[in-house]
């Protein structure tokens, strides 16, 4: 390599704009980027779904055009040599680029291939990579046998079969277990202290931005911040504070706080309200809460998601802000929570064939309580929701639901239930007049029940400007409320959440989860799943599963509680579930 | 272009065709499961010929000769006769499709015939689906021709006739319409093979993601384009041979030509129908959308505009002259003449070439369109 070039970043990108076009209309995906990466460290491309950050990769990778701008990868313009570029960069797409039919052995000699890996090296390679990856024991089976982590980890050994010098990692982490999320890091790690390969890595989970070296953020096709991310961490030192009262539930107080003046977020951690203030000035609990007594406030370490907030609350418009406070209930009779259990699960279990996706599970869940099913994709978290709105019928096992038995009636408890599906399964083609229309006629409502329902959605969820616009042209915040507003239209007194935050920018994260609180304090039942962990702190309780197994139910405190030592006096409820993964395989290779 | 990495490339990516070939079934099953149950299905469903069609018979007054004319209709391959005691009963039957048509001897039928005739025979064909109502016709004269030869010959008289028609049927002596439809047939059902194993393969590496992660690896998309056709270029030509087997074996088709023709025209339509699936996997992404592309763009035309079923000799010339842009046309042509007829150079020839044209065209058109891009 000629000594110039070590000058150059691995990638620049000046002015870059892309669109693209469907029918008549023309999305811009990115709109005048200009950023870099630099070599041998970790750029962290970081944003929500629709930020742009796939375009941007494919840009990067040659697999696209862009409209206006240019693009250099080690200082190659990438439009007029792609191949060239391709030669010395790898690229894992979302779904790691795997053949699902081919094992992980003949896998790897395809990619060994196609980079014309010479034979002489090879065998020295795939120790270096198998052993990396953990994947010698299973280098004859099929690629699609593999567990999500074990299939990031081949793709990622895919890509490296010949050591690139640069290296684009899209989304890797999404809906992987946190201990291969953990793995996978220390292989980049690793990569980068000891081949000097530039990784640029997109991600939408905030908190993987602090392991990167600098960072790039995107949101709806702009950047909109570069830099190291402790420099972004560090302008929020001071602004952050844990805040505890006994006097009101916390879903009020995080309700009150979110609206108060001078607060930037208020989010549940725990029993505790976690909020961002607007000025390093420690916040005053008179102010904040009025009327409400024995407030504690401690201050809390700055995390970088907090400097998202602000930058995205700085490009919001003050108009936009939520307006005045709204009276605080003050906790009276909020303790005496219902016992009633509403959805009643005993020993189920469900097998597709040999392979048992639920494996003798059991937990209750009562009235007005958010209740979280907290797992990997994979964990079965999915089969049990199937099954739970009787879409699935059990292989085994009890399952009541609002004291209906699922295996006799079925019907009849669907009824009951208001279900938001995975990616929000709207009809993309109908206005959001229409699909209010069809899922409200689809749970019979008629005539002028129907109408009163549609003008309270339009109206409830802000969607009046919206109402004769097709559902599929809407950004994915408005998709989400138009999600939850139809599984809403025949007041359910039980919700189920598939989910249902995946990939929306938190600010929209936020404004969902304060809408399921007000459900909450009405009274509905509500039944989330997620593997996004920090989401589990919402929850009342929740249960943590991995392989069709729940390994650890209670709330998100407690669970955390369990981990905390003087070397790590907040543990996260990814530590909480990495310890519980790794106790569960200990105990399951000792057995 | 040809060098040592580049030759590496395709060989890993034979490779792994081949294992995925062998691993999925779906690409063995529309190799071989799908022109066998076409054909199988289209060899025993459709055929053009009568046989055994059900026909009511009305006499309404029992004599021998009446007897012996039902006889000869009795021991005709082409009826299944079926005697009715009154002209309303079998106009009934007819209405209730029991019968395709019926034959009426009156009460005079004896008597006018021995007076020296003539003597009327009614006969009633229902021309719903006019094709078969000619050949039943058709068939029904031959009988009656026949029965009254024979009775002349009984009563020791020749018939006179001024002139005689002696018929010879060339090329397909047992006049079976299935010998005639199973090699278009065959053209027709490899049409749908050809395309659709290209097409979906390749919409089936888009719609799983792989396509993106070999477009970012050194290859050309040459070499992506080539180990596509490979392997599928094998696998449709065992379908190929399959179809063939089926065609002489079960449907005993003749087979007049020769071996080496018939493999090396297949080849030529091959690679136009792969082509052509090569072309529809350029834009469509997921499988479902390659699927019914395939069946529309290609499937259909073959059937309608190849003169398998429909001759091309009579369809008004504006449609005439779009039969040409039909691959299964020229092989149609060439799969009857070297089933039936044999090696005809002045026929296969031209369709021949025809096909050469077609598969340059079509895979030259998937190398120019084809981008190593995701736009």
């Known amino acids: ?591 | 272009m040809m060098d040592r990495l580049s030759i590496l490339r395709l060989r890993g990516l034979l490779r792994k065709e081949f294992l995925q070939i062998l691993r999925d079934p779906s690409a063995l099953a529309i190799a071989f499961l799908l022109p066998a149950i076409l054909l199988l299905l289209f060899g025993y469903g459709v055929s053009l010929d009568a046989r055994n069609a059900p026909l009511a018979v009305v006499i309404e007054q029992p004599t021998p000769l009446a007897a012996d004319f039902a006889a000869n209709l009795e021991h005709s391959p082409y009826f299944s006769p079926r005697r009715f005691a009154s002209f309303r009963e079998a106009e009934l039957a007819m209405d209730r499709r029991e019968a395709v048509g019926v034959i009426w001897l009156r009460a005079d039928f004896a008597r006018k015939a021995d007076d020296g005739g003539p003597a009327p025979i009614g006969v009633i064909v229902n021309g719903v689906d006019a094709n078969n109502a000619r050949l039943i016709e058709g068939y029904i004269q031959q009988v009656w021709v026949n029965w009254l030869q024979a009775s002349a010959t009984r009563a020791g008289r020749a018939l006179a006739f001024p002139a005689v028609v002696h018929p010879r049927v060339w090329f397909n002596p047992a006049v079976q319409s299935r010998d005639y439809l199973t090699p278009g047939l065959i053209a027709v059902i490899m049409t749908l093979t050809g395309a659709l194993l290209t097409a979906l393969v390749i919409a089936r590496e888009w719609e799983r993601g792989t396509m993106e992660a070999l477009m970012v690896t050194p290859v050309a998309i040459w070499e992506i384009l080539t180990a596509k056709l490979i392997p599928y270029f094998v696998l449709g030509m065992g379908g190929m041979a399959a179809s063939v087997l089926i065609a002489v074996l079960l449907f005993a088709v003749p087979f007049q030509g020769s071996g080496w023709t018939l493999t090396l025209c297949s080849a030529l339509f091959m690679l136009a129908a792969l082509g052509m699936g090569l072309l529809i996997s350029t834009f469509a992404r997921n499988q479902f959308v390659a699927g019914q592309t395939a069946i529309i763009v290609t499937f259909l035309p073959a059937f309608i505009l190849s003169g398998f079923i429909f001759d091309i000799g009579s369809m008004p010339a504006a449609v005439q002259f779009l039969t040409h842009l039909v691959a299964a046309r020229y092989f149609v042509t060439i799969l009857q003449s070297v089933f039936l007829a044999g090696d005809i150079w002045s026929v296969i020839a031209p369709n021949a070439a025809a096909l050469l044209i077609m598969a340059v065209v079509f895979l030259g058109a998937v190398r120019l369109t084809a981008r190593k891009r995701l736009d």
């Open chain 1, 1 to 591: 390599m000629r000594p110039t070039d070590e000058a150059q970043p691995a990638i620049s990108i000046a002015g870059v704009s892309r669109s693209f076009r469907t029918g008549k209309r023309v999305a811009a995906a990115l709109d005048n980027i200009s950023a870099q990466a630099n070599r041998g460290v970790v750029t962290g491309l970081i944003g929500p779904d629709g930020a742009g950050k796939t375009t941007l990769m494919r840009l990067i990778a040659g697999l696209l055009l862009p409209d206006r701008g240019r693009i250099e990868v080690l200082g190659t313009n990438v439009a007029d040599s792609a191949l060239a570029v391709q030669t010395r960069l790898a690229y894992m797409p979302q779904r790691f680029g795997l053949y699902e039919d081919l094992s992980v052995q003949e896998n790897l000699d395809l990619y060994a291939d196609l980079r014309g890996v010479p034979r002489a090296v090879r065998t020295e390679r795939y120790a270096d990579l198998l052993h990396m990856t953990g994947l010698r024991p299973f280098t004859s089976r099929l690629a699609g046998r593999l567990s999500g982590g074990m299939k990031q980890k081949l793709g990622l050994a895919c890509t490296l079969v010949h050591p690139p010098e640069i290296l684009l990692l899209d989304e890797p982490t999404v809906g992987v277990d946190p201990v291969s999320r953990r793995e996978l890091w220390e292989i980049i790690d690793h990569l980068t202290n000891t081949a000097a390969t530039s990784v640029l890595f997109s991600t939408a989970y905030l908190d993987e931005a602090e392991r990167c070296d600098a960072v790039l953020l995107m949101h709806e096709g702009k950047l909109i911040g570069a830099g190291d991310p402790r420099e972004f961490t560090a302008k929020m030192a001071g602004r952050s504070y844990q805040l505890r009262t006994k006097t009101i539930s916390k879903r009020a107080a995080q309700e009150a706080l979110s609206r108060a003046a001078g607060i930037l977020d208020a989010t549940i951690q725990g029993e505790a309200v976690r909020i961002v203030t607007d000025e390093a000035k420690a916040p005053n609990a008179a102010q904040l809460l009025p009327g409400v007594d024995g407030v504690t406030i401690s201050a809390a370490p700055p995390r970088f998601e907090d400097s998202f907030i602000a930058l995205l609350r700085a490009r919001q418009s003050a108009a936009r802000r939520p307006p005045a406070p709204i009276p605080i209930p003050i906790l009276a009779d909020a303790n005496q929570e219902s016992q009633e259990d509403v959805i009643l699960v005993r020993n189920l279990t469900r097998e597709f064939g040999a392979f048992r996706a639920v494996d003798d599970i059991a937990f209750s869940v009562r009235q007005g309580e958010i209740f979280g099913l907290l797992g990997a994709n994979g964990a079965g978290k999915s089969t049990t929701f199937r099954m739970l709105c009787g879409l699935l019928p059990p292989t085994g096992g009890l399952l009541r639901v609002a004291g209906f038995d699922l295996r006799t009636a079925a019907a009849p408890a669907r009824g009951r239930i208001g279900y938001m599906a995975q990616k929000f399964s709207l009809y993309g083609d109908l206005s959001v007049r229409q699909n209010l229309r069809f899922f409200s006629s689809a749970y019979k409502l008629r005539n002028a029940r129907q109408r009163e329902r549609i003008d309270w959605a339009l109206a409830e969820f802000d969607l009046d400007a919206f109402a004769d616009a097709a559902s599929g042209d809407l950004p994915l915040g408005f998709k989400q409320r138009l999600a939850l507003a139809c599984a809403l239209m025949h007041e359910p007194e039980i919700l189920f959440l598939d989910e249902p935050t995946s990939g929306v920018d938190p600010l929209a994260r936020r404004e969902f989860w304060s809408r399921i609180n007000a459900l909450a304090d009405k009274g509905v039942t509500i039944l989330v799943t997620t593997h996004f962990m920090e989401e589990a702190e919402y929850c009342d309780r929740l249960v943590i599963m991995a392989q069709g197994r729940i390994l650890a139910e209670g709330t998100a405190e407690r669970l955390k509680e369990r981990l905390r030592r003087p070397d790590n006096p907040d543990p996260t409820m990814e530590d909480a579930f990495v310890a519980l993964i790794q106790t569960a395989e200990a105990q399951a290779s000792a057995a």
